[in-house]
């Protein structure tokens, strides 16, 4: 019986220098998953959330029923990727993703394609906020800039933009 293909998620080069080893692999080092509390507007970093075990995560089955899981705490995740250039380091990626969670009933709801496309984008450096709420925009702003202004200052436009 074949594995077949396989990815491995490691941290620092994936390549380490030699073209053969670890060839397919993907780097998550400069990846950080953002949540935003809707009802208490909060924002934070959960690294479990880069394997779909951040803490509003876990206890709960996930369905693509949304009814099922009413009643709960809805969060955005925002997929956070950075990236040095010659000026240092900056913003490069940041998408967003729905998931509503509901602890009492042990459900919660997303739709695991869009949390990985989401991922994806923003490992390769698009910009994609459209599903995050207006008001919940200034909320993610003030978290990028108070976590580090400089990195944020050199963020390309269409990031800024899409803040405003």
Same mark, same amino acid.
């Given at each position: 019986?074949?594995?077949?293909?396989?990815?491995?998620?490691?941290?620092?080069?994936?390549?380490?220098?030699?073209?053969? &080893?670890?060839?397919?692999?993907?780097? $998550?080092? +400069?990846?950080?998953?953002?949540?935003?509390?809707?009802?208490?507007?909060?924002?934070?970093?959960?690294?479990?959330?880069?394997?779909?075990?951040?803490?509003? =995560?876990? #206890?709960?089955?996930?369905?693509?029923?949304?009814?099922?899981?009413?009643?709960? $705490?809805?969060?955005?995740?925002?997929?956070? &990727? &950075?990236?040095?250039?010659?000026?240092?380091?900056?913003?490069?990626?940041?998408?967003?993703?729905?998931?509503?969670?509901?602890?009492?009933?042990?459900?919660?709801?997303?739709?695991?394609?869009?949390?990985?496309?989401?991922?994806?984008?923003?490992?390769?450096?698009?910009?994609?906020?459209?599903? $995050?709420?207006? #008001?919940?925009?200034?909320?993610?702003? &003030?978290?990028?800039?108070?976590?580090? =202004?400089?990195?944020?200052?050199?963020?390309?436009? =269409?990031?800024?933009?899409?803040? +405003?």
């Amino acid at each position: 019986m074949s594995q077949g293909f396989q990815f491995n998620i490691i941290k620092n080069d994936p390549l380490g220098g030699h073209k053969g &080893t670890n060839a397919g692999s993907i780097s $998550l080092e +400069n990846v950080a998953p953002v949540f935003i509390d809707v009802a208490n507007e909060d924002v934070f970093i959960d690294m479990g959330g880069l394997h779909a075990r951040a803490e509003v =995560e876990q #206890r709960v089955k996930w369905v693509a029923d949304k009814e099922a899981a009413s009643g709960g $705490l809805e969060y955005y995740l925002v997929w956070v &990727t &950075t990236e040095r250039g010659p000026e240092g380091p900056y913003y490069a990626g940041v998408t967003c993703c729905y998931m509503l969670v509901n602890k009492e009933k042990k459900r919660g709801y997303k739709l695991m394609h869009e949390h990985v496309n989401a991922m994806d984008q923003s490992m390769k450096h698009q910009i994609n906020l459209e599903n $995050l709420p207006k #008001r919940l925009k200034p909320l993610l702003k &003030t978290f990028l800039i108070d976590h580090d =202004e400089e990195m944020y200052e050199r963020a390309s436009h =269409e990031l800024k933009q899409a803040l +405003n």
